[in-house]
């Protein structure tokens, strides 16, 4: 091979890493949401500079316990990602508290952009996840005040107050707005309903047990 083919392949190989190459990170220092904007991008478009101030970066309230008595499984979610703080826009990255009452749960679900770091804050919980198809393992501990588990990013996982009083725990999320696929909600309350034979099949259950499901949702 000549020299002249030698470097026309090298310069080729060079083209083609920084065509599949990618910005390893932000390329600006903020990027506030700018939640009035009709611009439709990957994310939320980015707030005029001039225009940002301190209050883009800020939230309070996770001081408050969340009103667990409202909900059928015993737990409350308050979130604080991209919408509740815009500066969190481009960062990837989100948190949340969650409150549980005696025997209350963070029932199965999925988070389809991020991983989950969870620490106890209060109390004692069950926590646990299940790996993919086919083994779908589960991943199980009791954990305790001060402990700290890992929810992989997509894989089924959930939270239950095995403790005698109320349990609080603050979690970490890989993602700016990691979004929520509770598995009973998504399968038994979509709109328009799943089809019951098709339920009843994937469950290998009677159709009477998926309207039973079904009117739960």
């Known amino acids: 091979m000549t020299s002249h083919h030698l470097l026309l392949l090298v310069l080729l190989a060079m083209a083609c890493c920084h065509a599949i190459a990618n910005d390893p990170s932000l390329l600006q220092d903020v990027c506030v949401a700018d939640n009035t904007s009709a611009v439709r991008v990957n994310g939320f478009a980015c707030k005029d500079a001039k225009d940002v101030a301190a209050e883009d970066f800020h939230f309070s309230g996770l001081h ?34 969650i409150d549980y009452a005696p025997s209350g749960m963070n029932p199965p679900h999925t988070h389809p952009r991020a991983t989950e770091i969870l620490t106890v804050l209060e109390g004692s919980l069950f926590v646990g996840f299940v790996t993919s198809n086919p083994n779908n393992t589960l991943i199980s501990k009791v954990l305790h005040k001060g402990d700290v588990f890992v929810f992989p990013k997509g894989l089924v996982h959930f939270q239950f107050n095995n403790g005698m009083g109320s349990a609080v725990a603050l979690a970490s999320l890989s993602s700016q707005n990691p979004g929520v696929i509770t598995v009973a909600n998504t399968v038994f309350g979509s ?24 009117a739960q949702f």
């Open 191 to 214: 709109k328009p309903s799943i089809a019951e034979h098709i339920l009843s099949k994937a469950f290998q259950v009677d159709k009477a047990t998926v309207d039973l499901m079904q």
């Open 64 to 97: 408050k316990a969340g009103n667990t008595s409202s909900s059928k499984q015993g737990s409350a979610v308050t979130a604080v990602n991209v919408a509740q703080i815009p500066g969190l826009n481009t960062m990837g990255i989100s948190m949340v508290r």
